[in-house]
């Protein structure tokens, strides 16, 4: 657990990064396995703001990659502020789990089954930020009666469950009109993308008016993390 966010720091006090503020969250789904701890803290070193943890179930996706064991593993390693993203089919069963584990922010699914109201205010209940991810096919209009309850909005563009796909640029339209509406409503939470970030795809990103970027494969295997982590910081 961390205590809000990345280092924006005025006269010794850290800052929570806002919307308007550029966050890189590495995943460590691309990470050696055999050294979580080592690897976070490389990335740490390397520049990530957050860690972005990759959870599945094997039912909500295709894949299972780990629970909350590594989630507090990470959490010991290092105080870097933890996005835990619950790509699983009851998030509310399972919730108090990954709370305890240390996430800072912890982001469920509007597609999976549980009263999604009700999650997020746990969430916001156990004083950690609270992320409503939706699939690249999902509308955004399933999203829409929540968003004075979240602290983030993750917008997928890939299809969840693998690191290494094709970022899918037809999401682009979704983050804009995602963005249009939180100024409409006055409202202020990060919008993250997550799936096939990378030097070409952060731009449209930034642009389309995203601001937390997950990148897996380009950071945790590039020949430089510091370069990669730069390079997608600068858009
Ligand atoms: C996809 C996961 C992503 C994944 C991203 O299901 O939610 O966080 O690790 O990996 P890259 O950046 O390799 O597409
Ligand atoms: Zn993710």
Known sequence: MHGGGIGFGIGGVML????????????LLAA????????AKRAVRSGADWMHLDVMDGHFVENISFGPAVVETVNQASDVFLDVHLMISRPDHYLQRFIDAGSDLITVHVEAPHDVSETLGRIRSAGLQAGLA???ATPLDEVLPYLNQIDLLLCMTV?????????MPEVLEKIAAA??????RGLSFHIEVDGGIAA?????CYAAGANVMVAGSSTFRAPDMAAAIATIRRG
């Open 16 to 27: 929570k990064p806002s919307f308007r503020d550029r966050v890189i969250a590495p995943s």
């Open 134 to 136: 939706l699939n690249p």
């Open 200 to 204: 070409k795809s952060a731009p449209l």
């Open 32 to 39: 050696d396995f055999s050294r979580i701890g080592e690897e």
């Open 179 to 184: 963005a249009a509406i939180r100024q409409q």
């Open 159 to 167: 299809v969840p469950g693998f690191g290494g796909q094709a970022f």
